[in-house]
């Protein structure tokens, strides 16, 4: 999967929180927990589930 399919299935305000944080990759989406994806503003509970399991399609997972 591509980063950018990713953003696809995500709503738009948590899209555009990821590209004002600058998280434009895995790598960078990986290195956050769950408590720190939800503080940014514009990424709720709603998008945890599909930020997790895209992640485990490539091979990674959130920061514990």
């Known amino acids: 999967m591509k980063y950018e ?4 299935k995500l ?7 990821f590209e004002h944080e600058g ?3 895995f790598e ?4 956050l927990s769950k408590e720190e994806l ?3 503003h514009g990424v709720g ?5 599909i930020v997790v ?3 485990n399609e490539v ?3 959130l920061r514990e």
Do not use: H, Q, T, V
Request: contains cysteine.
């Open 53 to 55: 399991e895209c992640l």
């Open 45 to 49: 509970p709603k998008s945890l589930p």
């Open 59 to 61: 091979g990674m997972k």
């Open 38 to 40: 939800l503080l940014i």
């Open 5 to 8: 399919d990713f953003l696809k």
């Open 23 to 25: 998280i434009n990759n």
């Open 28 to 31: 960078k989406l990986a290195s």
């Open 11 to 17: 709503y738009k305000p948590a899209r555009s929180a």
